[in-house]
């Protein structure tokens, strides 16, 4: 890479010298100790103060607000020693929190409880129709704990949220406003109405009206709502999700028992769904996207999650858009269809993982129904149970099966029922014992087109390059190819396709190999992106470093990790997204981030050495 050796541009410079000390006085404002009580403290605050809580719980007769200024309000030791709950005399106004149009400054509250909030009265909001139009209807009571508002920008850390409530966002309800939630609890927070039509939606966190919400390292531990039993997300707000717990929480009325994504977008990362539910015969008990919403998941679990109808762990409707990669869909259950994916959108799975999904009628892992399209590429199914099929196409659908291996499956294995489009490449349906076999027509067939795949049939699957012999499988619960495997060097290149279901390459002898497994170990270096200097952390150095590279001849020993956009290109924009994203939270790294991995994207960039993640994986 060429550079030139020029001065470093002045605003960079200044970024380079901030520190945690600001120009503030930084005064530390305590209650009771200076004050007796919280909002006296917060009148006599100026930018850049911290209110200090002493130890004890404190009962708010009105909610709490902060005027316009850049304070912290702050708890002493763990959040469950110093609470603060409700105790106001008017039904209407009984959140502990309102944020308005006047608290655009950033405002933190860290290590605190809220508890038993109520919410305040909000006249109307804009709710998504079907047609991807939010229109204003009559509201209720909406965020419990903590109300935003018309602009407003908070941080909290290291809080707790216990049984708080309200008509919408049981705990917390953010319209049009900036909301980051770092290392918090939201326990049993609900959507107070019970009608199964009407009641609110986000029983613990309502994200609606154009908001940007960061969610990093939070659990959602049993709330309740209609839709979205944790978090909803609508009315194109964005939020993104990483590191997080979503664990026995409960949509009553509508989809969505861990997260609701309606004309919205959803990001979620490195996250736990488990024992979640929908009931009243709704889908999505993990993650359901609705009509014009859109969600991205990747490196997530989806476990034991329970749904009435459709879709234990996901499902996206007509319109909406679902893509999830490196993922493992185990153990969910539904009664009718699909306890994996359930889809009449569009969906895109990438190397991951259906496993022991099951059902009492219809497909187990996935159903892809009315005009919905899905594609998987990479994946792995086995050990789904259902009476009809692992994956199932039905009215109209298509579906699009490159490089995945279907095995061991009692459920079946790709069942296409009716006039569908189907086309599977490069895969493995073998030793799916059922009345269905592993590859089944029912009634108008519809378009097929099987090709460089091993299906076990009483002859060979009519198409180019297909076989019908064993594939030879190290075990059977391990899909990896023999070296004797007639499935090795029988597959088609794929553009785009670089590499299996381990991230090792996918072309590893004379041409690539059939299923999820590539029979070989091609490897590339494991690293961190935004750990430009290799020492394992995320810090001020690594944007020196990246400077120093491009302005002043530095040598860096992994140029993917620097890349923080993971565009492909090394320059300044990458020193200025990491200091942003240090010391304002925002521009999140591409993966590999937060933890190490192989790079997922083809470009001229490399990494030629990095020693911190202490193992190399697969390229």
């Given amino acids: 890479m060429s550079r030139s050796h020029t001065l470093l541009p002045p605003t960079v410079v200044g970024m380079l010298l901030v520190t945690s000390t600001s120009s503030f006085s930084q005064t530390s404002r305590r209650v009771p100790a200076d004050y007796p009580t919280i909002q006296s403290a917060i009148d006599g605050a100026v930018d850049g103060d911290t209110i200090v809580l002493a130890e004890g719980e404190y009962a708010l007769t009105a909610p709490l607000r902060f005027h316009g200024k850049r304070v912290s309000l702050k708890g002493t030791g763990i959040p469950i020693k110093t609470r603060l709950i409700s105790n106001g005399v008017d039904p209407t106004s009984k959140s502990l929190v309102i944020l308005d149009s006047d608290d655009r400054n950033l405002v933190l509250i860290s290590d605190l409880t809220f508890q038993d909030g109520r919410g305040t009265y909000k ?21 419990g704990a903590i109300l935003m508002e018309s602009g407003s920008s908070l941080t909290v850390e290291r809080c707790d949220f216990n049984n708080c409530s309200a008509f919408t966002g049981g705990a917390i309800a953010c319209f049009k406003s900036t909301l980051r939630l770092e290392k918090c609890i939201f326990k049993k927070n609900k959507t107070r109405s019970m009608d199964f039509d009407t009641g609110g939606n986000g029983g613990a966190v309502l994200c609606s009206n154009s908001s940007e919400v960061q969610v990093v390292d939070c659990t959602f531990d049993g709330n309740v709502a209609h839709s979205g039993g944790a978090v909803a997300v609508d009315c194109f707000a964005s939020t993104t999700f990483a590191t997080c717990v979503f664990k026995a929480n409960e949509a009553f009325g509508g989809p969505g028992g861990g997260v609701y994504c309606d004309t919205a977008k959803v990001s979620i990362s490195e996250s736990e769904f488990s024992d979640n539910t929908t009931l009243n015969g709704l889908s999505g008990a993990g993650v359901h996207v609705a009509a014009f919403g859109i969600a991205n998941i990747e490196r997530s679990t989806f476990d034991h999650n329970l749904a009435a109808d459709r879709g234990a762990a996901l499902s996206v409707r007509k319109h909406g858009e679902l893509f999830v990669g490196e993922s493992l869909i185990k153990d969910n259950r539904t009664l009718d269809f699909a306890a994996g994916l359930f889809c009449d959108g569009t969906a895109v799975i990438s190397s991951s993982i259906f496993f022991r999904n099951g059902t009492r009628t219809g497909s187990a892992a996935i159903d892809v129904d009315q005009d919905g399209n899905v594609t998987a590429i990479n994946s792995l199914f086995h050990e789904n149970a259902s009476d009809i099929g692992t994956i199932g196409t039905s009215n109209n659908a298509t579906l699009t099966l490159e490089h995945c291996t279907i095995a061991n499956n009692s459920a079946g294995g790709v069942v296409q029922n009716g006039k569908n489009e189907l086309s599977i490449t490069n895969s493995i349906l073998w030793s799916n014992p059922s009345p269905w076999g592993s590859l089944t027509f ?99 150095t690594d944007a020196i470093a990246i400077l120093s590279f491009l302005f002043l001849g530095g040598k860096l020993t992994c140029l993917d990790s620097a890349d923080l956009q993971d565009d492909g290109i090394l320059n300044i924009t990458d020193a200025v997204y990491l200091l942003t994203f240090l010391f304002k939270g925002e521009f999140l790294p591409a993966k590999p981030w937060p933890v190490c991995g192989a790079d997922d994207s083809t470009d001229e960039l490399s990494c030629e050495l990095y020693e911190a993640c202490g193992k190399v994986l697969p390229k």
């Fill in 442 to 540: 029912i009634g108008d067939l519809g378009n097929h087109k099987v090709t460089y795949s091993c299906v076990d049939s009483d002859g060979t699957i009519p198409g180019v390059g297909n076989i019908s012999v064993n594939p030879m499988f190290v075990s059977e619960d391990d899909f990896h190819l023999l070296s004797a495997s007639p499935a090795r060097d029988s597959g088609l290149s794929i553009t785009g396709i670089e590499r299996d279901l381990d991230n090792y390459a996918r072309l590893c002898g004379s041409a690539v190999d059939m299923g999820v497994y590539e029979y070989g170990q091609c490897r590339a270096t494991e690293f961190l992106r935004s750990d430009a200097d290799g020492d394992g952390k995320t810090v001020v």
């Fill in 123 to 143: 006249e109307t909001i804009n709710t998504p129709s079907l047609d991807g139009v939010c229109n204003s209807v009559v509201m209720e009571l909406a965020g």
